[in-house]
């Protein structure tokens, strides 16, 4: 497990000067995984998104490692026909160095129109990790709702209105899935938690075989609010057990983080201008963490810990 | 294995093509009537007959996204499919050649759906001629396995660098039992050479990226490197299947000539019907009528100049389109045999017959109708009727 000085000490391998938003969570995200790796070499895919079109617009790129981006729907079948290259190529002496592979994608390109291509990619076992960075709606093309959208909240596509809250439906559980597929490593992070994002990358990389993180990161244009609360915001996900952290090895759950005191839902919602049409609306707000807090316990008990009542 | 005479189908030679190439890396989802392709294929390495890499994907979209994938890696990647499953590649088919990626993809031509059909007409393959894919068609399995391993050394060459879908026709072909020549596996190894990319995403001592952003002060001249690649593709695939001919004796062109000499009344086609296309003419040509074929196996690049060359003599011809454009006016072959005759002097009379959509089968007298029809446009000098239909009951 890295320490903040020997991060701080790692050759950056995503430098500045991207289009990424000031106080953009992605960003944070893709440099923390890169510093976690950077003791191996490694080859990155994207899916089309945010962090894609804003760290490659040609002739420059924020990538100093390789870099490819074919398509939306498709990192994970671009990075699994990588990895493939790599055996065959290795196997056959034309390539000598060890190399790892990490596909990116953020929540629409993973939990909706990308869904085929990682679950096919992690059913056939190739060696790569998967990093979702879920930020919770479509925001490259303008905050459009997702399979991961929080109940509640104000997207483009699921606004409020007179008779609307907005979406409807709570989040889709990606992780769980990954883990269904009984990979090595499947995971939850966020980037409000450098030590654990961190640990986990570097634990997915030695994995041998396909695993998956999924990233908490925090979108200021889209969930509207102020930038430089970009990391209180994650941190304040998993306080209110929106989030959690945890870590499923080999099938065994282990959970990574237990706020001391779990804080109410509505303080996550309040610094976000997406839920503000709800925050009088208490009896919804109620029924959220109602099923926040249901989930929350059955992963304690994946957990083995001890469920408070 | 030596080079023999085998009795192979068209998949079989297909896939007999691929285990020669030994790509590193086949990515493929089964689908009829290519299904047997990748099957084969899968055999040659289960057999250790290849060492290649096999990715069983779970659709032809990721089947493409892997090859691409691959390729930019810097391997040798190939899937095969057909209908439905290049449907579904299309968005990716753009993005290989896009990207410059020379995969060479074995194509069975199948009708597109709806209504569903799993026989062979060329809707499919048409529907992707703006791909920026190089199109090779063959009238018969020995053309399918020569045309795949002409194509990875075509693929590959550097004024081109654009991936190449090679096809034949969906069950007439694919699951026809013909007698091929093959070559030895020394001599195809040798004739396609080792791959070697300039720069590829496994050499992670020279790292970049690829398949950026490319916005409005890049885009066009990216995009105009790619048509010069189209461009030259013609001079090159003309210059494989030379040297292909001279080492074993199967000359191939853009197209073949057929009873071309002094040829008045001329059908152009594509595929399989080209082989019942030539009895008829020999037959015409018994009885003293000038009957000739012109069967285009390069559709893309479309060899314009070198088609309107070949034609100029002809007096009366017919486009047979095994495909509709639905642009109330006729196939996609004859929108663009039509426009490469456009400036031509003398411009011979000239027709569409759309034919055997779905599978439907053509035989003799049908053709030997169309020879007719050219006859009777030269004896009034009038085109009755442009767009016609072949075999369909109206």
Redesign the interface.
Known sequence: MPGIKELAKREEQMTGGHRLCSGCGAGIMARQVLLAASKH?V?C?SSTGCL??AT????Y?S?????????F??SA?????????????K??G??D?D?KFIAFGGDGGTYDIGL??L???M??GHNMLYVCYDNGAYMNTGIQRSSASPRGSHTTTGPSGKVSYGKKQYRKDLTEIMASHHIPYAAQTSIGNWRDLTTKVEKALDTEGPSFINIFTPCRLGWAYDPAITIELAKLASDTHYWPMYEVVNGEYKLSYKPKEKKPYKEFLQLQGRFKHMLKNEELVNEIEEEIERRWNRLLKLCGEEVQQ | MAGDKVARTGNEAMAEAMRQINP??V?AYPITPATEVAQLFSQFVADGKV???F?????E??AM???????????R?MTATASQGLALMN??LH?ASG?RLPIVMPEVNRALSAPINIHGDHSDTMASKDTGWIQINCENSQEAYDSIIQAVKICEHPDVLLPAMVSDDGFIISHCMEVIHMLSDDEAKKFIGEYKPERF?????R?????????QD?YFEHKRQEIEAMNKASKVIVEVGKEFGKKFGREYGLFEEYRMDGAELVILVMGSTAGTTKTVVRELRKNGIKAGLLKLRIFRPFPFKELSDALRGAKALAVMDRSDAFNSFGGPLFEDVRSSLYDLEKKPLITNYIYGLGGRDIGLDAIKGVYDDLKKMTETGKVEQVVNYLGVRE
Request: overall charge negative; aromatic content about 8%; glycine content about 6%.
């Open positions: 070499k080859i895919t894609e079109v490659t617009i040609f002739p790129s990538w100093k490692v390789p870099f490819f981006h074919s398509a729907e498709n079948a671009t990075c699994s026909g990588i990895e493939a290259a790599y055996q065959a190529l196997r056959k034309k390539v160095k190399i085929q291509s679950s096919g990619a059913e056939r | 590193d890396v990515a060492d290649t890499e990715v069983t994907v779970e659709s979209h990721s996204s892997a090859c691409i994938g691959a390729s930019a890696g810097g391997a990647a968005e990716m993005i990207l995403l496994l050499d992670v001592d790292p970049y990226t690829l398949g950026a952003l490319d916005l890049y």
